[in-house]
């Protein structure tokens, strides 16, 4: 994990954790953040999967209109970064197994 958090972002974390469903996400996310700020982290989110599923950058950033430049930040970080976009896709990943058992 990164250096030592500051009580401030610790506290948000904290209440991160908090929230339950995709609706109190939602209310929580739209009162912390603005619109647009919550779509840029939609999109990174959307490229960051893309990029796992092996979709090539120029054609995620054709395909979502998120520049190239952000593709290939977000590449960087799914890549070399702290693990955080790894740890959701995979937990993400295991969970859609086990709700849809193969051959089944």
């Given at each position: 994990?990164?250096?030592?958090?500051?009580?401030?972002?610790?506290?948000?974390?904290?209440?991160?954790?908090q929230?339950?469903?995709?609706?109190?996400?939602?209310?929580?996310?739209?009162?912390?953040?603005?619109e647009?700020?919550i779509?840029?982290?939609?999109?990174?989110?959307q490229?960051a999967?893309?990029?796992?599923?092996?979709?090539?950058?120029?054609?995620?950033?054709?395909?979502?209109?998120v520049?190239?430049?952000?593709?290939t930040?977000?590449?960087q970080?799914?890549?070399?970064?702290?693990?955080?976009?790894?740890l959701?896709i995979?937990?993400?990943?295991?969970?859609?197994?086990?709700q849809?058992?193969?051959?089944?």
């Amino acid at each position: 994990m990164q250096s030592k958090l500051d009580s401030k972002t610790e506290e948000l974390y904290k209440a991160l954790l908090q929230l339950k469903t995709i609706e109190e996400a939602a209310l929580f996310c739209r009162d912390l953040m603005t619109e647009p700020e919550i779509n840029e982290f939609a999109s990174r989110w959307q490229v960051a999967r893309e990029l796992d599923s092996g979709k090539p950058q120029r054609q995620i950033s054709a395909e979502t209109g998120v520049s190239i430049a952000t593709v290939t930040r977000v590449n960087q970080w799914l890549k070399r970064g702290m693990n955080g976009y790894r740890l959701i896709i995979d937990r993400l990943n295991t969970q859609s197994s086990h709700q849809h058992p193969r051959g089944g």
